[in-house]
């Protein structure tokens, strides 16, 4: 996925590449090789403190806001905020988490894992109150109809893609994750061949992989179905078509959380299994199948009195 341009932030200042080409000539050796890394390192660079970026360059702190000044802000703080403007959605949760490190260091672990646990059933809920009847009955009677179904996902998308696939193989002869195996060049090759008969779900949350988003493109474009699992309209995923589901996904300290995602594939895959009526009976056969692999937990017996044994006559 390419890096976004931070020179793009804002049209009303100039970029931090323009002020560092323009201050350039005037800049002291250790200035000009400050301005040199930032420029080949704007990502690293807008999350470094000062005393990073210093260390970076092997430089004092007294220099990089040195630096700072002579490229027109007031100091470093001014000058990394203009830096993180190019990445705050990329950088949020960097952010979030370094804040905490900061200022709440005192709070102990389990009011975090509260936190945590508090943060999912919330989406979870958030997700369930904006659910639409109608675009899940659409959703639903599109992986049933489907005579392949085809999911995209990549990152952490990747694993929820193998679950989806994983839960619907019982109750569908034809379901493919296509994330992982053979990268995209091979989910390519997948999709050429689809058509109207086949539904491509394509799930993607923040921070959005291009892969995920041109695969899906293209597949719309060969006239194959495309059901997007995404976090809201803003998504890229959401003008590709119209058959969409809304899943809340934050989460503090990363970009997505994927409970309420996931609990939004399972309740698919049971509303599927629901509307096939073979599904029963193909679980049940599946599961003797797989026997020899699961363990099973031993029948509870009646606890015998040992004193007893032998006692009673015949």
Same mark, same amino acid.
């Not at 999709?191 to 719309?220: H, N």
């Given at each position: 996925m390419p890096t976004p341009d931070p020179s793009t932030a804002s049209d009303a200042e100039p970029s931090i590449a323009a002020r560092i080409a323009s201050a350039m000539p005037s800049l002291t050796p250790i200035h000009r090789r400050m301005g040199e890394y930032v420029l080949a390192n704007p990502f690293r660079a807008a999350t470094m403190r000062i005393d990073e970026l210093a260390q970076a360059v092997d430089a004092s702190i007294a220099t990089a806001n040195r630096f700072a000044k002579a490229l027109g802000f007031d100091g470093y703080p001014a000058m990394r905020a203009a830096l993180v403007r190019g990445f705050e959605a990329t950088l949020a949760p960097v952010e979030r988490l370094r804040s905490a490190q900061e200022q709440e260091a005192g709070v102990r672990d389990a009011a975090w894992i509260d936190a945590v646990f508090n943060q999912a059933v919330e989406n979870i809920e958030d997700t369930r109150a904006q659910l639409n009847a109608a675009n899940i009955e659409a959703a639903v009677e599109a992986i049933v109809a489907a005579r392949r179904v085809l999911i995209l996902g990549a990152g952490s998308s990747a694993f929820l893609a193998g679950l989806m696939e994983h839960? =619907?193989?019982?109750?569908? #002869?034809?379901?493919?994750? =296509?994330?992982? =195996?053979?990268?995209?060049?091979?989910?390519?090759?997948?999709?050429?061949?689809? #058509?109207?008969?086949?539904?491509?779900?394509?799930?993607?949350?923040?921070?959005?992989?291009?892969?995920?988003?041109?695969?899906?493109?293209?597949?719309?474009?060969?006239?194959?179905?495309? =059901?997007?699992?995404?976090?809201?309209?803003?998504?890229?995923l959401a003008p590709l078509t119209p058959l969409t589901l809304f899943v809340t996904a934050q989460r503090r300290f990363a970009a997505t959380s994927e409970a309420a995602v996931l609990a939004m594939i399972e309740a698919l895959i049971d509303a599927v299994a629901l509307r096939t009526h073979r599904s029963a009976k193909a679980a049940a056969e599946m599961t003797e199948f797989l026997l020899p692999w699961l363990t099973q937990p031993q029948a509870a017996l009646p606890a015998t009195d040992p004193s007893s044994t032998g006692s009673r006559k015949p």
């Open positions: 839960g =619907l193989s019982v109750c569908h #002869d034809n379901v493919q994750s =296509l994330a992982l =195996l053979g990268g995209p060049s091979h989910a390519a090759r997948r999709l050429y061949t689809a #058509d109207a008969r086949d539904l491509v779900i394509a799930i993607a949350f923040p921070r959005y992989v291009d892969d995920t988003i041109e695969l899906a493109r293209r597949a719309a474009a060969r006239g194959a179905r495309v =059901l997007a699992l995404t976090d809201g309209p803003h998504s890229p």
